[in-house]
């Protein structure tokens, strides 16, 4: 047995004999290699270069561009709501002053009415009066004839009746003028 193990040691120093030089032969492929290393190095300073003074120029100018869009809009949004409060307030001035001048012309109709209604008031009592003055006084005169008329109809009844229950002539002036006085005496008393 152990001239078994001695041919498999034997074997195995063999193996590693000629492993090894493999090993030291292969190199690792994380690291890069010097002239990997130069190129990398040039063409990355030439994508910066190029980043940097070519394509990055254009872009910058871009966004500032948008930038300053965006800054004068915003700028244009504040002064139109500036503008339109000043309409708004300038609008509310208005309607307040168009409102307090209906007023105004509504308390000047108001009264101009007003003293039309008097005026027409009063002229029409002033009328009211003279017809009543004047129905007065045709009533008083209407009355005056009345009274002559009906003293004159009632003497001549009375001095009629008056005859007739006497049966005999009575003085009819006298009688009249008698019956004539009653009866303004008692028209004077109503």
């Known amino acids: 047995m152990l001239a078994t193990l001695s041919v498999i040691v034997a074997s195995a120093t063999a193996v590693a004999n000629e492993l090894t030089p493999v090993v030291e032969e292969t190199k690792n492929p994380i690291l890069p290699v010097v002239s990997e290393m130069f190129w990398s190095g040039v063409f990355f300073m030439a994508l910066w270069a190029m980043m940097k003074f ?51 012309l509504l308390e000047q109709a108001r009264s101009e009415g007003d003293a039309e209604r008097r005026t027409q008031i009063a002229a029409a009592e002033a009328d009211v009066a003279s017809l009543r003055a004047s129905a007065a006084t045709e009533i008083a005169d209407a009355k005056v004839r009345a009274r002559s008329e009906l003293a004159s109809s009632i003497a001549d009844i009375a001095v009629g009746a008056a005859e007739a229950v006497v049966q005999k002539p009575i003085d009819r002036s006298a009688q009249v003028q008698l019956v004539e006085d009653y009866v303004n005496r008692a028209g004077s008393q109503n």
């Open 54 to 104: 070519v394509l990055l120029p254009p872009i910058v100018k871009t966004m500032d561009a948008r930038a300053q869009k965006v800054r004068d809009d915003q700028a244009a949004a504040e002064a139109a709501a500036t503008e339109r409060v000043a309409k708004i307030e300038q609008y509310e001035a208005g309607l307040a002053g168009a409102r307090s001048e209906a007023v105004s």
